[in-house]
């Protein structure tokens, strides 16, 4: 009898080896923490850009108004913004370039350039806020734009 009881054991055992009901649990736990980490990047990339495009737009918005002589501030820039990151960007601009000119202290001339640049420090894990303050070196993100000036402002 014990020898029967040994095989039906054994037979068990192996045929318990052979199955594959927990194959798939297992493979799910391998590739889940991959599949989290692509999403992850995915949408950090997508926030980064987010951002990034924002600037260019608050800077291309800074940019056209300075054009036509009608810049209406920083604040007035920032109150349209989108983001909490573009909300506490820092506008500079607008700086003037005369028609042939290398440098961008020339007073205002038409047919000139003018240049609005938008500034931000991007805070790579936002809902971290202590890992974002343990990075020594804060990335920062730029949006520029450039536009013939129309007409130069007005003194007021």
């Keep these: 009898m014990p020898t029967i009881l040994m095989h039906m054991r054994s037979h068990s055992i192996i045929s318990r080896l052979r199955g594959d009901s927990g194959q798939a649990a297992v493979e799910f736990a391998l590739v889940l923490p991959l599949l989290l ?6 949408s950090g990339f997508a926030r980064v850009f987010n951002e990034y495009n924002d600037l260019n737009q608050m800077a291309a918005d800074g940019a056209r108004f300075a054009a036509v002589g009608n810049f209406p501030g920083s604040s007035a820039l920032l109150d349209n913004a989108d983001t909490s990151l573009t909300k506490v960007a820092i506008i500079g601009g607008p700086a003037y370039q005369a028609p042939g000119s290398t440098s961008w202290t020339d007073p205002c001339t038409v047919g000139g ?19 974002n303050s343990a990075i020594p070196a804060k990335p ?4 520029k734009a450039e536009m013939r000036v129309e007409r130069c402002p007005t003194a007021p």
């Design 37 to 42: 980490a692509i999403v992850f990047l995915i």
């Design 113 to 131: 350039t003018v240049r609005v640049t938008a500034t931000a420090d991007l805070k790579l894990i936002p809902f971290l806020p202590y890992i």
């Design 140 to 143: 920062t993100l730029q949006g």
